[in-house]
């Protein structure tokens, strides 16, 4: 469970860093639009763990790979950003978010399952 602390914190970093993506991410990964869908924060605010999504990619490995060669730079970034809210600019880890994929395989087996024949209740009566 997340302290408010970390919350809101996570809550600024979120917001910064769409600021960035949005406004300097065609520079790391042209063509491609960097969603950051949650972020969270261990307790010491030292490290924050950020999952992003991409669209219009094919290859999310390695956009991902991208985005961690520029870890430092968008960090550098951020700091610039929040320098007066925070004592320590925490490191900053990427992961893929695969929510997306995921609902969409789990549509896609619900899809196929509406389609299947549906076999008759077989109660006996009595």
Same mark, same amino acid.
Request: aromatic share 8%; proline share 4%; glycine share 2%.
């Given at each position: 469970? $997340?302290?408010?602390?970390?919350?809101?914190?996570?809550?600024? =970093?979120?917001? !910064?860093?769409?600021?960035?993506?949005?406004? $300097?991410?065609?520079?790391?990964?042209?063509? %491609?639009?960097?969603?950051?869908? +949650?972020?969270?924060?261990?307790?010491?605010?030292? =490290? #924050?763990?950020?999952?992003?999504?991409?669209?219009?990619? %094919?290859?999310?490995?390695?956009?991902?790979?991208?985005?961690?060669?520029? #870890?430092?730079? *968008?960090?550098? +970034?951020?700091?610039?950003?929040?320098?007066?809210?925070?004592?320590? *600019?925490?490191?900053?880890?990427?992961?893929?978010? !695969?929510?997306?994929?995921?609902? $969409?395989?789990?549509?896609? =087996?619900?899809?196929?399952?509406?389609?299947?024949?549906?076999?008759? !209740?077989?109660?006996?009566?009595?």
């Amino acid at each position: 469970m $997340e302290s408010k602390r970390q919350q809101k914190f996570a809550g600024v =970093i979120q917001q !910064d860093l769409a600021a960035i993506f949005q406004r $300097e991410g065609m520079n790391y990964l042209p063509h %491609t639009l960097v969603t950051i869908t +949650k972020v969270r924060v261990t307790p010491d605010l030292a =490290i #924050a763990r950020i999952f992003l999504s991409f669209f219009n990619n %094919t290859d999310n490995q390695a956009a991902l790979q991208t985005i961690k060669m520029h #870890a430092s730079e *968008i960090r550098y +970034k951020l700091g610039a950003r929040i320098k007066d809210q925070v004592r320590v *600019i925490p490191q900053l880890e990427f992961f893929v978010d !695969d929510t997306s994929e995921y609902v $969409e395989r789990m549509d896609k =087996i619900f899809e196929k399952i509406s389609h299947e024949p549906r076999q008759p !209740d077989t109660e006996e009566e009595k």
